[in-house]
C-alpha cells in the first residue's frame, strides 16, 4: 500500500514542478541569447532600428541583423557603455555617423549599448538598443571573454 503511495506522487512531482517553477527561470541564459538588439546609430552601413542578434565569441562581439554583420575583435574596443542615453564621451568623438542615435527622452533604465573600436587607424561606434534585463548575462560574458570593462551606468529605482 505504501510503494502505491510513492509511485503516484513520483508520477505526480514532475507535473506539480512544472506550474510552480516560473518559465524564465528554467530557460536560463537561453532566454537571454534570443535577445532582441536594435541597431540605433553608429559608423556602419546598417539600417536603423535593424534587429538582431549579438554573439560573444571567443574573439570578437558580432552583431547580425537580415542584411547586414558588423564584426568587432576584441583587440580593437577601446570603449564600452551600458546606459539610458549616449554619453557626451562618445557624442564628442570625431566621428562619421552612418546614423545618429535619435533619444529623445533619456528615462532612468539603461538600454543603450555602446561599442567604440579603432580598426586600422579609424574609429567605429555601434549603438544597440536592448532591454536591460536581456542585457544582464551579456555584460558578464562580454567582461569575462573580452578582458575589458563594460561601463555601466548606475540608477536608482525609486518606485
Known amino acids: 500500500m505504501k510503494l502505491d ?3 503516484r506522487t513520483w508520477k505526480v512531482l514532475p507535473l506539480v514542478c512544472m506550474f510552480l517553477i516560473p518559465r524564465g527561470a528554467t530557460l536560463g541564459t ?3 541569447k534570443e535577445a532582441i538588439f536594435q541597431y540605433a546609430g553608429g559608423s556602419e552601413k546598417i539600417e536603423i532600428d ?3 542578434k549579438l554573439e ?3 574573439s570578437a562581439l558580432v552583431f547580425k541583423c537580415p542584411g547586414a ?3 568587432i575583435p576584441f583587440s580593437t574596443i577601446t570603449l564600452m557603455q551600458f ?3 549616449i554619453s557626451p564621451q562618445v557624442r564628442n568623438l570625431k566621428l562619421k555617423w552612418k546614423t545618429y542615435p535619435s533619444i529623445l527622452v533619456a528615462g532612468k533604465q539603461n538600454r543603450f549599448f555602446t561599442v567604440v ?3 586600422q587607424g579609424v574609429t567605429h561606434v555601434m549603438v544597440l538598443r536592448v532591454d536591460p534585463l536581456s542585457m544582464r548575462p551579456y555584460l558578464a560574458e562580454i567582461e569575462l571573454k573580452s578582458g575589458k570593462r563594460v561601463e555601466v551606468m548606475p540608477y536608482e ?3
Do not use: L, N
Open 30 to 32: 537561453e532566454q537571454a
Open 69 to 71: 554583420s558588423v564584426d
Open 157 to 159: 529605482d525609486y518606485s
Open 50 to 52: 535593424c534587429a538582431g
Open 83 to 85: 546606459r539610458p542615453d
Open 56 to 58: 560573444v565569441s571567443d
Open 117 to 119: 573600436c579603432r580598426k
Open 5 to 7: 503511495w510513492v509511485k
